[in-house]
C-alpha cells in the first residue's frame, strides 16, 4: 500500500513562528503536492513538485515556501506564520504517468495563535 | 476564473438506496474528471475518474456520469452502505498531457449521510 506520511497530526505555533511540515511517501513517486481544506472552500493546491528540486505554484502559494531535496520528501514552510493560515493540510503524491490518483496524507491540523 | 463546484452541501440517504451526488464544472477544456472520498479523520482517496470523451465510466457500486453539453458530472453509488458516509469531492484535471505534474482542481465538497 502506498504510504503518505505527515510528521504532526496536530500543530499549534505562535505568530510570527517559522513552521515546517514535514511530509514522506514511500512510493517512489514523482509527483508531491501540498493543499490546505477550509470548510466550504475544499481543497486548495498551495505547491507541488514533480521532480526533485522542481517547485511549482499552486493557486494559493502566498505565504508559503516548498523544499523537495529528496524525491520522497516535500516540505510546506510558512516563513511567518499568521492566524490566517490556521488550517488543515495535506499531502499528496502521484505516479507522473497516473496523474489522477493522488495518494494523501491523514492531514496536519494547524492552529497559529 | 475557472471553477469547480457541488449543487448541494449535504445529502442523507438510507442505507440501500442508491445515492446521486452532484458537480458542476466550468473548464471544459479539461482532460479529465474525478472523484475523491474523504472519511472523517482521513486524507482524500481515489474512487473512480472519466476522460473528458466518455459519457460514463462504471467501477465497483459507482457509476461516474459525464453530460459535456451542460458540464456536469455525477457520482452514482448504489446500494449505499454506512460506510459510504464520507465527504465526496469531484476534481478536474486539466493539465497538459505528457507535461509536469497535473493539477487538480477539487470542489467544495458534498457531504453524504447514510441513515439505518
Known amino acids: 500500500d502506498v504510504k503518505v506520511t505527515q510528521s504532526s497530526r496536530y500543530l499549534v505555533k505562535r505568530t510570527g513562528e517559522k513552521v515546517f511540515l514535514e511530509c514522506v511517501q514511500d512510493m517512489d513517486h514523482e509527483n508531491m503536492f501540498w493543499y490546505r481544506q477550509d470548510p466550504g472552500l475544499g481543497l486548495r493546491l498551495i505547491y507541488f513538485?514533480?521532480?526533485?528540486?522542481?517547485?511549482e505554484k499552486g493557486d494559493i502559494p502566498e505565504g508559503y515556501s516548498v523544499s523537495r531535496e529528496k524525491k520522497e520528501r516535500f516540505s510546506l514552510i510558512l516563513e511567518s506564520a499568521s492566524t490566517n493560515q490556521t488550517s488543515m493540510y495535506l499531502c499528496?503524491?502521484?505516479?507522473?504517468?497516473?496523474?489522477?490518483?493522488?495518494?494523501f496524507g491523514a492531514g496536519t491540523r494547524l492552529s497559529v495563535l | 476564473g475557472e471553477s469547480v463546484g457541488l449543487h448541494l452541501p449535504t445529502l442523507s440517504v438510507q442505507e440501500g438506496d442508491n445515492s446521486i451526488i452532484n458537480c458542476a464544472y466550468s473548464?471544459?477544456?479539461?482532460?479529465?474528471f474525478i472523484w475523491y472520498k474523504q472519511e472523517s479523520g482521513k486524507g482524500p482517496q481515489f474512487i473512480i475518474d472519466?476522460?473528458?470523451?466518455?459519457d460514463k465510466r462504471q467501477g465497483q457500486r459507482v457509476t461516474v456520469l459525464l453530460n459535456k453539453t451542460v458540464k456536469h458530472l455525477s457520482l452514482q453509488i448504489a446500494a449505499t452502505q454506512p460506510g459510504d458516509s464520507a465527504v465526496y469531492f469531484c476534481a478536474e484535471n486539466g493539465g497538459p498531457r505528457g507535461g509536469t505534474a497535473s493539477k487538480l482542481t477539487f470542489g467544495t465538497g458534498t457531504r453524504l449521510q447514510v441513515t439505518l
Open positions: 513538485s514533480y521532480d526533485v528540486k522542481m517547485k
Open positions: 473548464n471544459s477544456a479539461s482532460d479529465y
Open positions: 499528496a503524491s502521484s505516479l507522473w504517468a497516473a496523474k489522477n490518483i493522488q495518494y
Open positions: 472519466i476522460r473528458s470523451n466518455m
